[in-house]
């Protein structure tokens, strides 16, 4: 409100065994990446998803096809990084919260990931959107990456490094708290894969 503080939002996801992570996003520097993660919330979108992908020493990602192709999850946003002209200081720090894309100009819609790599700014900095942090709940990342899983090899790209919990790790439910503040549809550039 007037003269008051303003909050980002607060993205909290509940596990299957009911603990959560919580992040912070921020607007401020990657807006429609943050628009696009609040619509897609706010539709229920992101509730009762198997976590698809973990990347040792790399990034553990909740999904990297849109959920396995959702219509409604997949689709193409502007990269909001360097690389592809937008501004964006925040460092792949362990922790950091960012968005798959092709590393050069666009960002998927829904497949963000966590850093939980000490070593991965020189793979991501400038070349994806960092749109959050973990603010509490990390130990659960830290739990997730260590659960047995089966490596899961992409026909169209072999070499990517995804190995899917053997257990369901699932996101059972996903929150949103804006402050009172109204975030708008992201702009999405096309529907379907990049």
Same mark, same amino acid.
């Given at each position: 409100g007037e003269g008051g503080i303003f909050m980002n939002p607060i993205m909290c996801i509940t596990l299957n065994n009911q603990k959560q992570i919580k992040i912070e996003l921020y607007p401020d520097i990657a807006p429609n990446t943050v628009n696009s993660m609040i619509t897609l919330i706010q539709q229920g979108l992101l509730d009762h998803r198997p976590i698809q992908r973990i990347a040792y020493d790399f990034v553990l990602q909740f999904t990297y096809n849109g959920f396995n192709h959702d219509p409604k999850c997949e689709y193409i946003i502007d990269g909001e990084f360097d690389e592809n002209g937008h501004s964006n200081p925040i460092a792949f720090e362990k922790g950091v919260v960012g968005m798959g894309g092709d590393g050069s100009s666009i960002a998927s819609g829904c497949d963000f990931f966590?850093?939980?790599?000490?070593?991965?700014?020189?793979?991501?900095?400038?070349?994806?959107?960092?749109?959050?942090?973990?603010?509490?709940?990390?130990?659960? %990342?830290?739990? @997730?990456?260590?659960?047995? *899983?089966?490596?899961?090899?992409?026909?169209?790209? +072999?070499?990517?490094? =995804?190995?899917?919990?053997? %257990?369901?790790? @699932?996101?059972?439910?996903? *929150?949103?708290?804006?402050?009172?503040?109204?975030? +708008?549809?992201?702009? =999405?550039?096309?529907?379907?894969?990049?």
């Open positions: 966590i850093v939980i790599g000490d070593h991965c700014q020189e793979r991501l900095n400038g070349k994806f959107t960092a749109f959050g942090r973990v603010i509490s709940g990390y130990e659960e %990342v830290d739990r @997730i990456i260590q659960v047995p *899983t089966k490596k899961i090899i992409r026909a169209d790209n +072999p070499n990517v490094d =995804i190995n899917e919990p053997l %257990v369901p790790e @699932i996101m059972e439910r996903v *929150t949103v708290e804006t402050f009172g503040i109204e975030y +708008p549809k992201p702009h =999405i550039l096309r529907y379907g894969e990049s």
